[in-house]
């Protein structure tokens, strides 16, 4: 059973463009929850989705980013006319029921020029 | 809500020696909690969890922690570390309903000496 899958591993964008993170959870989870670490710092949760639905999303930034777990293939963070500050490690994690323990995929580490 | 404290940000420690990473949490529900691990440039591992039951949790690679719910503790402790242990720690907890959103810890990095 493969783990938890992130990509890319590694992003580089310049001020402005377009950012599109990848998630695809472990097989037979469907609860997807996308934290962002900050260099020195901890994570921070941003968003719980289920398929087709965003149940909590009361840590995502109000504007430049969205997220999706659409019924069929990966969730996908999404950050739009990204900013210096964006630059972060963002991990998705997942589980099989809502009280479960969540698994940890490796990362997307977005640098922004 | 919930939050973590984790008291150490850096614990340097020789090795073979004992070590304990100190994790502080508050809540004003039930909890869930977790020990993590983070090697350079690499995902979060779960080395240990607390659910329920008996309050003493081994984990991987010799680690263990106590949940004390009277001091709202979660420490880990390993008896004798080794040089692969270098990494960093988060503790994390969760509410028992609903969202189960993680609260994470700012991170301890340790550090064995050889």
């Known amino acids: 059973n493969a783990g938890v899958m992130q990509n890319p591993r590694h992003l580089v964008r310049r001020r402005g463009q377009e950012a599109r993170l990848r998630c695809s959870p472990m097989?037979?989870?469907?609860?997807v929850y996308w934290y962002r670490q900050l260099p020195e710092e901890g994570l921070k949760f941003m968003v719980y989705?289920?398929?087709?639905?965003?149940?909590?999303e009361s840590g995502m930034p109000k504007e430049r980013f969205s997220a999706e777990f659409p019924k069929e293939g990966p969730s996908i963070l999404r950050i739009q006319q990204v900013v210096r500050g964006d630059s972060a490690a963002y991990f998705c994690?997942?589980?099989?029921?809502?009280?479960?323990?969540?698994?940890f995929g490796p990362g997307t580490r977005l640098t922004v020029l | 809500a919930q939050s973590v404290t984790q008291l150490d940000s850096q614990v340097p420690v020789f090795e073979e020696a004992p070590v304990e990473l100190r994790c502080n949490y508050s809540?004003?529900?039930?909890?869930?909690l977790f020990w993590y691990v983070q090697y350079p440039n690499q995902g979060l591992q779960l080395l240990l969890k607390?659910?329920?039951?008996?309050?003493l949790v081994k984990g991987i690679n010799g680690f263990e922690a106590e949940f004390n719910k009277s001091q709202t503790s979660f420490h880990l402790r390993k008896p004798s570390v080794h040089i692969s242990d270098t990494a960093e720690y988060f503790c994390?907890?969760?509410?028992?309903?609903?969202?189960?959103?993680?609260?994470f810890g700012t991170g301890t990095s340790l550090t064995v000496i050889p």
């Open positions: 994690a997942s589980s099989q029921t809502h009280t479960d323990t969540q698994y």
């Open positions: 097989k037979g989870h469907s609860h």
């Open positions: 989705l289920q398929k087709e639905n965003i149940i909590d």
């Open positions: 809540s004003s529900v039930s909890v869930y």
């Open positions: 607390y659910l329920s039951g008996s309050t």
């Open positions: 994390a907890v969760s509410g028992q309903r609903g969202g189960n959103q993680f609260y």
